[in-house]
């Protein structure tokens, strides 16, 4: 009887884990496209952009996940995936504008910028808050365990940094324009806002 609850405790222990990793992928899983839209530039990702990334994300997700019935009252959400589709956009079309009044007329030359602290602090508030939303629902369900909102800071800034290496490793191999760049960047980034909307 005794052996018969321990493997049933260990049953709901591992498909907890598994729920929880699968949830902390899939709010974190923006990270990596908004890595790729800032690889295209040629940007790095430094230390503290991921620092801030998890920090806000975290922050994010503890804050819906633990306090989510209570934010029902006043807050649905949808607000939640409003705002990050806001946020998105308005950060798409600072890219595609930054794009039309670059200078260099081709990227064939190996010089890259690391992401600053505003643009890191605005990037990580608009992928954040639509884990907010899903956070939400995710603690009225019942969930509440503080691995969670860890959990979506790290995939966050793990997908962000895989994001940024793999598309300046693979746009480092051609030649084309900043302007084309970043209009593909600002193009990218605004997909997945109104993604959000419809998904």
Not at 133 to 153: E, K, N, R, T
Not at 183 to 196: C, D, H, K, N, Y
């Amino acid at each position: 009887m005794s052996q018969g609850l321990s493997l049933h405790i260990q049953g709901v222990f591992i498909l907890e884990l598994l729920t929880g990793i699968l949830f902390c992928c899939s709010v974190s899983f923006d990270g990596f496209t908004i890595g790729c839209s800032y690889g295209l530039r040629n940007f790095k990702s430094s230390f503290y952009t991921n620092v801030i990334m998890a920090l806000v994300s975290a922050a994010f997700t503890a804050l819906a996940l633990f306090c989510g019935k209570l934010i029902l009252l006043f807050v649905s959400p949808d607000v939640g995936t409003y705002l990050g589709t806001g946020f998105l956009l308005l950060l798409g079309i600072y890219t595609m504008a930054s794009g039309f009044s670059a200078k260099e007329a081709k990227n064939c030359v190996q010089v890259s910028r690391k992401i600053n602290f505003k643009e890191s602090l605005f990037m990580a508030i608009a992928v954040s808050i639509d884990a907010f939303s899903a956070g939400i629902g995710y603690g009225v369900s019942g969930h509440s365990s503080m691995l969670i909102p860890l959990g979506v800071g790290f995939f966050h800034a793990l997908f962000l940094s895989l994001g940024i290496v793999i598309s300046r490793k693979t746009i480092n191999n051609f030649c084309f324009s900043k302007r084309f760049l970043s209009l593909l960047s600002g193009i990218i980034i605004i997909a997945v806002g109104l993604s959000r909307l419809f998904l």
